[in-house]
């Protein structure tokens, strides 16, 4: 069974500062990896998608990358900004063999201090 | 503009009585999902559809129901609702099961 594990639950840093979130997996037979944002009371905001045979992938001020080998993606964060305030999901997604689920993490909230 | 919408966004009702959870795209998307989202337990998977006439059940189907008779649309149902429903639902689509997956708003459900 595949399990997502996003660490640190909760993350607070100054304007300003490049950050890292971690996120690790337990069976690396995956299609691709997907991280969210989601802020409070609303709904999940798509950020990168990672397909397995890809290293990482970079939008603006972020960049994921994958280390399917490992069961391993981390998503980078520069410059970052009160408005990156949010909950950070990363998400996975199995095979045909596994009916092609998607298994999540449970997220690290983020909070940048002005 | 390319959606996923939810209706009702907000939703109080009693146990036992039957109420449909509508979930609509508009990007032409072959994949459909619907999720829970409780605290401490994160996101769960209700059913997926795959394509029209195609459902299956995810992690946690117990006491819910789906149809896709249209490509657009993936209601949920809740036949007879429990209390231990009370959740944060989410709708999803994506063109297919393996790209990227766009998420409705979400519907606060409360079973009194």
């Known amino acids: 069974k595949q399990e997502v594990t996003q660490i640190p639950a909760a993350l607070s840093v100054p304007e300003g500062e490049n950050l890292v979130l971690n996120c690790s997996f337990t069976?690396?037979?995956?299609?691709?990896l997907q991280w969210f944002r989601q802020d409070p009371g609303k709904g999940l905001t798509s950020l990168l998608l990672?397909?397995?045979?890809?290293r990482e992938q970079t939008s603006g001020r972020l960049n994921a990358s994958l280390d399917k080998s490992s069961g391993r993606s981390t998503l980078y964060i520069a410059a970052s900004q009160p408005g990156d305030s949010a909950t950070y999901l990363c998400?996975?997604?199995?095979?045909?063999?596994?009916?092609?689920?998607?298994?999540f993490g449970k997220g690290t909230l983020l909070t940048v201090n002005p | 503009e390319a959606q996923v919408t939810q209706n009702p966004r907000y939703l109080i009702t009693v146990t036992g009585k039957k109420l449909t959870v509508t979930c609509s795209q508009n990007?032409?998307?072959?994949?459909m999902s619907w999720y829970r989202q409780d605290p401490g337990l994160g996101l769960r998977q209700i059913y997926y559809?795959?394509?029209?006439?195609?459902?299956d059940k995810g992690d946690v189907p117990e006491g819910y129901k789906v149809s896709r008779k249209e490509k657009r649309n993936f209601p949920l149902i809740l036949e007879s609702p429990s209390p231990n429903q009370t959740s944060l639902y989410f709708c999803?689509?994506?063109?297919?099961?393996?790209?990227?997956?766009?998420f409705g708003p979400g519907t606060r459900l409360t079973v009194l």
């Open positions: 069976d690396s037979a995956i299609y691709n």
């Open positions: 559809s795959m394509n029209v006439e195609v459902t």
């Open positions: 999803a689509s994506s063109s297919t099961v393996y790209n990227e997956q766009f």
């Open positions: 990007m032409n998307h072959e994949y």
């Open positions: 998400a996975v997604r199995a095979g045909g063999g596994s009916n092609y689920k998607l298994t």
């Open positions: 990672i397909q397995s045979s890809q």
